[in-house]
């Protein structure tokens, strides 16, 4: 079975400090990756994605995440944070074979301003 | 702009009343997940369709859930009796299985039983 896990529950950071948000799965197939950010009160946006091809992705909002397949690992990250970056962000797995995804737990990030 | 529509967005009822919830997956996904999610459970798929069909309802409590795709354009998330431990926001999310498996969630119902 899949599974998905989002080692961070919460992260406080500055505005222009750095962020990386860790994600790792496990399935023994290959697999499609997904960052979800939920804003607060609102539904659950897709950042970024990866299918195959180049192990670095980009996103919307300058978002980015690496895909390194021999650690089971999709990390999410941005540079310089903005206020408007307060949110939370769901990393999400599913086998190729299908489309159901498997989320992680979540973490919660307060950019302050 | 396609996207996922819900309704009610509310929904505060009293503990034994039915709740029914809708959703409207974006034309010509043959795809619909319904989601709950609890600060304390986070994020927990409970139903999926494809194709009008039910694939998945493992995750939904089966004595008081249930979940039909009565036409293409229509997904309903049904809970009698309600009861206070199904205070949750409930997503709808839909898709098309192909290359990214993408799934494009709904603004939530908000659900609160007293």
């Known amino acids: 079975a899949q599974s998905v896990s989002q080692h961070n529950h919460h992260v406080i950071l500055s505005e222009a400090a750095s962020l990386e948000l860790g994600c790792n799965y496990s399935?023994?197939?290959?697999?499609?990756l997904f960052w979800y950010v939920q804003y607060p009160g609102q539904h659950l946006q897709l950042l970024l994605k990866?299918?195959?091809?180049?192990?670095l992705v980009k996103g919307i909002k300058g978002f980015e995440a690496e895909f390194i397949k021999s650690k089971f690992s999709f990390n999410l990250r941005k540079p310089s944070v903005q206020w408007s970056d307060t949110a939370e962000y769901f990393c999400?797995?599913?086998?190729?074979?299908?489309?159901?995804?498997?989320f992680g737990g979540g973490t919660r990030v307060l950019v302050k301003p | 702009d396609a996207r996922v529509t819900q309704t009610p967005r509310h929904k505060v009822t009293e503990m034994g009343q039915e709740v029914t919830m809708r959703c409207q997956p974006i034309l010509g996904h043959n795809t619909v997940f319904w989601y709950r999610q609890t600060m304390m459970q986070g994020l927990e798929l409970l139903a999926y369709f494809r194709n009008r069909a039910p694939l998945d309802d493992s995750g939904m409590p089966k004595d008081r859930f249930s979940a039909e795709m009565p036409d293409a354009t229509l997904a309903t998330l049904k809970i009698q009796p309600s009861e206070p431990r199904d205070s949750a926001v409930y997503f709808c999310a839909s898709g098309f299985p192909g290359i990214y498996n993408e799934q494009f969630f709904g603004p939530g119902t908000r659900l609160t039983v007293l």
């Open positions: 399935y023994g197939g290959t697999v499609n």
């Open positions: 999400a797995v599913n086998g190729a074979a299908g489309n159901k995804l498997t």
């Open positions: 990866y299918f195959s091809g180049d192990p």
